[in-house]
Each structure stands twice: as structure tokens, then as C-alpha cells.
């Protein structure tokens, strides 16, 4: 598993997406364009990013991504 | 008759990085009388690069709850991306024959009080535009054709792959993404890489992004051996991405300078249905953000009211 590969699943855990909206510019963006600053996904939901972690518990998939000891 | 409605899936990079195709496909769908449902609290699809190759079982859990979101309503999903429909429909086709997996889904979906139940179908808006509205409907709505304007297409990999399953079209000889998007009035012009990935997805560009701009070199270089386009336009705001942005970083690695408008299907509707780019943000996309230009209007035929 690469290191990026790896970063990108721990994303998906820690926001519930792979690209999250991480940064104000963002927002402001979706503004811009003539829609709701923070969408109805997982960005507004953090009830479902904590679905997210469950899952990746009861599978092991939190344990494969995990970072390692050097 | 009732609306037809669907369920909304945006994934992450039409939300969080290109959004006026979230703002375009609005206009369009609403244009063409159909809904676009919120589907609150949906994740990552989750992208099938990585999940699908680290963890079948992971990424079908994963998957089958964005499903769930979608049965609990009882209309059909949308989506605008390439991978969100990999990982979607692959996941439901799979979990409607496998038992198996199905089997140990449920089993970890039981932790969060979810059920994949198998009650719905996913749609890619290609499809949901070609096989709901029809293209007669959608020529009607047409009132800016981009008459004159040479348009190239990207049509990516994953709406029409793998084609015996997927059974969507001929995925080494398309034919329906070329004729929505002539419904637009354009000229297409055809190059020789049209059909090769655009280089970022099977998680390449997160692995070296220099290996993917390769690949989308060499598109733009086909491209310009067949004579050029003035446009060019995918169905994926991860291939969106990787063609537009990309043209920034192909600056940057390979001191080569690219100037194409890259648009997504929606966009391109949008904009021949008679919406101004202004209503959606078209310069929003990261290429004009970053080099702080605009699209060339002239070249797309679009006079721009100031």
C-alpha cells in the first residue's frame, strides 16, 4: 500500500470523503456559484462520518490504513 | 404525469472542487422536469481505486450504505462521476448477485442499523438524460447551439466498463455520450486517443501525478494532431480535473502550455439551453482560477454580457 493511497483512505475515515472540503476557499467557492456554502453530504453530516469509522472498525479496515510504526 | 426524481449522489469533487456542475446540472434537470433529491448525510462512494483494491468487502459496506440512503426513499440515483458510478452501480449489481458478499455487507451494516435491501437502480446522468429525457426532448430545450464550435470528447473509463455487464454501450465504439452532447448543436471531431484514460483514475494520480499528466499529454498531443478542438468535454469531474488542472501542472513538470476549455457534460446543456456561464460559474474552474483567466469565449461562440 502506498503512503498516498493510504492517506487517502484515512481521509474517507477521518471526513467521510476522499476530496473533503477542507479549506474556507472551498465554501466560498460553492457560494460563488450560486449554491449552499456546505452540501448535504457528509460535509454537514458528521453523524455519518462516525457510520464511516464504525464500518472500518467492524471490517479492519481502520487497522489495514492505520499509520505504522517505522 | 409525476416528476421523475432521483437521488442526487455528488460524491466528493463535483461538491468540494468543481461545484458549478453541481449548480449546471440543476438548471438542466430542472429545464428537462426532473427532480434532484438531496441525499443527506452520503459519503465518499467510496472511490474504487483505493477502497475497491484494498478491501472488497470495505468498499462494497461502504458503498451499499450510500445505497441505503437512496432505498430508504424510494427513487433511483443519480450521479455525475465516473467513479462514484463505478463504485455504485458496481456495488449494487454485485450485491443483488452475490449472496455471499451480500451476506457479510448486511452483517456490517447491522452495526450502523442499516439493510441493503437491492430495491434500487443507479443512474449516471448520461444515462438518465439519454434513456428518461431522450434526445428529441433535449434537442427542444436547445436555444444557444454551439453552432461552428469543434468539440472534442473525453468519455473516460468506468460509465461504460465493464460493457458486458454494465451493458450501457459499446465501450470501444460509443456511441451515446458522442450524441448527447451533440444535442448541443457542436461539431464533433474525432482523434485517435479519444477512448484512453485521461490518466488519473485506478488511483494513478494519487500514486504520481507526473505518470498521469503523461497520459494526458499525450491526449491533448492526439488532439492537436487531428487538427485541434474548441472545446472538450467529459462526463467525470474527476477527468474534469485531471484535463483542466492538469494543463496548469503540465506547465509546470513539462514547460508545455495547453488552452483548452474543458466542461463537463451538464455544463455544456446548460449552456445551450440557454443559461449564461455566469449562472452556474463556469470560470470557477480551477485552470481559470489558477492561471486567473477565462474562458476563451470567442472560440466557444458565447458572448458574454458585461
Known amino acids: 500500500m502506498l503512503v498516498p493511497h493510504q492517506k487517502v483512505a484515512l481521509k474517507v475515515l477521518e471526513t467521510g470523503h476522499a476530496v473533503p472540503l477542507d479549506k474556507e476557499s472551498w465554501e466560498n467557492l460553492r457560494e460563488k456559484v450560486g449554491i449552499e456554502r456546505v452540501p448535504p453530504n457528509a460535509s454537514a453530516h458528521p453523524e455519518a462520518v462516525e457510520e464511516i469509522r464504525k464500518i472500518a472498525k467492524k471490517t479492519g479496515f481502520d487497522k489495514l490504513v492505520e499509520e505504522k510504526e517505522e | ?306
Not at chain 2, 449472496?99 to 450502523?112: F, G, Q, S, T, W
Not at chain 2, 501525478?209 to 499529454?217: C, D, G, N, Q, S
Open chain 2, 1 to 306: 404525469m409525476a416528476k421523475k426524481s432521483f437521488y442526487h449522489f455528488l460524491g466528493c469533487i463535483i461538491p468540494h472542487r468543481y461545484p458549478s456542475v453541481e449548480s449546471a446540472v440543476k438548471l438542466v434537470f430542472k429545464d428537462l422536469g426532473m427532480d434532484l433529491l438531496d441525499m443527506e448525510g452520503a459519503t465518499c462512494c467510496p472511490a474504487p481505486g483505493v477502497f475497491g483494491s484494498f478491501d472488497r468487502v470495505t468498499w462494497a459496506t461502504i458503498a451499499a450504505r450510500n445505497l441505503t440512503i437512496a432505498e430508504a426513499g424510494g427513487h433511483p440515483i443519480t450521479t455525475g462521476c465516473n467513479g462514484c458510478f463505478a463504485s455504485l452501480w458496481d456495488a449494487n449489481y454485485e450485491l443483488k448477485h452475490d449472496d455471499e458478499l451480500r451476506e457479510a455487507v448486511n452483517e456490517n451494516l447491522a452495526a450502523i442499523d442499516r439493510e441493503f435491501k437491492g430495491t434500487i437502480e443507479v443512474w449516471h446522468y448520461v444515462d438518465a438524460l439519454y434513456s428518461h429525457v431522450g434526445l428529441e426532448t433535449i434537442r427542444k430545450q436547445v436555444t444557444r447551439p454551439f453552432k461552428g464550435v469543434r468539440m472534442a470528447l473525453h468519455p473516460g473509463c468506468h460509465w461504460m466498463r465493464p460493457k458486458l455487464i454494465k451493458q450501457k454501450d459499446d465501450s470501444e465504439r460509443p456511441h451515446i455520450f458522442r450524441e448527447l452532447c451533440e444535442t448541443s448543436g457542436a461539431e464533433y471531431v474525432p482523434y485517435k486517443d479519444e477512448l484512453i484514460c485521461c490518466g488519473a483514475g485506478g488511483a494513478v494520480r494519487t500514486a504520481d501525478v507526473k505518470i498521469a499528466l503523461e497520459f494526458t499529454k499525450q491526449k491533448f498531443d492526439s488532439l492537436l494532431e487531428a487538427g485541434g478542438a474548441d472545446m472538450i468535454i467529459t462526463p467525470c469531474p474527476f477527468c474534469e480535473l485531471q484535463l483542466d488542472m492538469g494543463q496548469v501542472e503540465i506547465q509546470k513538470h513539462f514547460e508545455e502550455e495547453y488552452n483548452f476549455d474543458v466542461l463537463h457534460v451538464v455544463e455544456l446543456l446548460a449552456l445551450a439551453f440557454g443559461h449564461e456561464p455566469d449562472e452556474f460559474g463556469l470560470k470557477t474552474h480551477l485552470q481559470y482560477m489558477q492561471r486567473k483567466s477565462e474562458p476563451n469565449w470567442e472560440r466557444l461562440g458565447i458572448e458574454v454580457k458585461t
